[in-house]
């Protein structure tokens, strides 16, 4: 089963922007990737889904390659709130049934 | 509007006891969603419900493992006899559908001893 894959961490300082890949080669045709944002003790929570190219919210950017077979989620400015753990979720090919996989996790530290 | 409702939030149950919790998802939300994660991992699908029907439980142990969500709202997952490797915190999501964002509950950390 292929994996989607994080790095497992990230230092920034405040005010910096945070550039966050998640790799999934193996993802399905027609789904969404989507990125949660986790504290301790607590449920993920969403962020920000897209399908290809670029999606923008009011708290961050997803790149999209033509391919998707990656993406990344951009934090600008970012504060030490933000520090947590970053999840990308895609659903892999897996012939008769697509699975859902949430990747690896990113441990993203913001300093001050 | 209140969240996705998780009972209880924590459990400690010796081996080969039953346990059972239970989830109240956001209402109107038709996709209910059970997850295990384990520390320092990324949530593990056990099981996907799109109303009343499982769509997608090929990754829940059906040898000690089961779940329902009776009448399309709450659900609940059941492990029976317990294992030690069963220690995980157990997550349950909605979704207005699966092709829209996950609202997680705040999960319910299970230790089996």
């Known amino acids: 089963l292929a994996k989607t894959t994080q790095p497992i961490s990230m230092d920034s300082y405040e005010g910096q922007e945070v550039n966050i890949t998640c790799s999934h080669n193996n993802i399905a045709t027609n789904d969404y990737i989507t990125w949660y944002q986790q504290f301790p003790s607590q449920g993920p929570r969403f962020i920000i889904q897209g399908y290809k190219t670029k999606v923008t919210n009011e708290v961050a950017s997803l790149f999209i390659p033509a391919d998707r077979k990656s993406s990344t989620l951009s934090l600008p400015r970012v504060s030490l709130s933000d520090t947590a753990v970053y999840y990308c979720l895609v659903r892999n090919y897996g012939g008769a049934t697509n699975k859902l996989i949430f990747g690896t996790g990113t441990l993203l530290a913001v300093q001050p | 509007e209140a969240g996705v409702v998780q009972s209880p939030r924590y459990k400690i149950i010796e081996k080969k006891q039953p346990v059972a919790f239970w989830c109240n998802p956001i209402?109107?939300?038709?996709?209910l969603y059970w997850y295990l994660q384990n520390l320092g991992q990324g949530p593990e699908l056990l099981i996907r419900?799109?109303?009343?029907?499982?769509?997608?439980d090929s990754q829940l142990p059906k040898d000690r493992f089961s779940a329902e969500r009776l009448k399309g709202v709450d659900s609940t997952l059941k492990i029976q006899p317990a294992e030690l490797g069963d220690s995980a915190v157990y997550l349950c999501?909605?979704?207005?559908?699966?092709?829209?964002?996950?609202?997680f509950g705040p999960g319910t950390r299970l230790t089996v001893t």
């Open positions: 209402s109107g939300h038709n996709t």
């Open positions: 999501a909605s979704s207005l559908s699966r092709d829209y964002e996950q609202y």
């Open positions: 419900y799109e109303n009343e029907e499982a769509v997608d």
